[in-house]
């Protein structure tokens, strides 16, 4: 008997990262992280900055999103990500300049200084590093 699959469709404004029969997914939902098997009951959530791991076969691939919604309707997900990207795709040393650029940032304590933003960026930067280790 054939595996049951789900259309997954992850999509940037830039982009599609990734369209695709998968078994299975977990995301990164702004309360938490959600798995998805084929013929989940409707859902739609925000999601947070986080790691997408998605389940082909034999296979887990991971995709960083930065925010965006997720629709799971008829065995069909789809993303709708602020950013996203392969973990394979990732370019590791500007994802560590970034995460230099935020800490320097936050340590700095200068009042100018969007909190909010930087520790987001710390955030987005430190996704990507770990993602990108997780494939070597």
Same mark, same amino acid.
């Given at each position: ?6 259309? &997954? ?8 990262? &990734? ?17 998805? &098997? ?81 520790? $987001?960026? &710390? ?7 770990? $993602? $990108?280790?997780?494939?070597?």
């Amino acid at each position: 008997m054939a595996e049951k699959t789900q259309r &997954l469709e992850i999509v940037t404004p830039e982009r599609v990262v &990734l369209s695709d029969e998968v078994r299975f997914v977990v995301a990164p939902g702004s309360e938490g992280e959600l798995g998805i &098997l084929p013929e989940h009951a409707p859902l739609i959530t925000t999601l947070d900055i986080g790691i997408m791991r998605v389940q082909k076969e034999n296979r887990t691939y991971r995709v960083v999103v930065t925010g965006g919604f997720m629709e799971v309707r008829n065995s069909r997900v789809v993303v709708l990500a602020t950013a996203a990207e392969r973990a394979e795709e990732i370019d590791v040393e500007r994802a560590r300049a970034a995460k230099e650029r935020a800490e320097r940032r936050l340590a700095s304590r200068d009042p100018e200084i969007d909190l909010v933003r930087a520790e $987001a960026a &710390l955030k987005r930067a430190l996704t990507r590093l770990k $993602a $990108a280790e997780q494939v070597h």
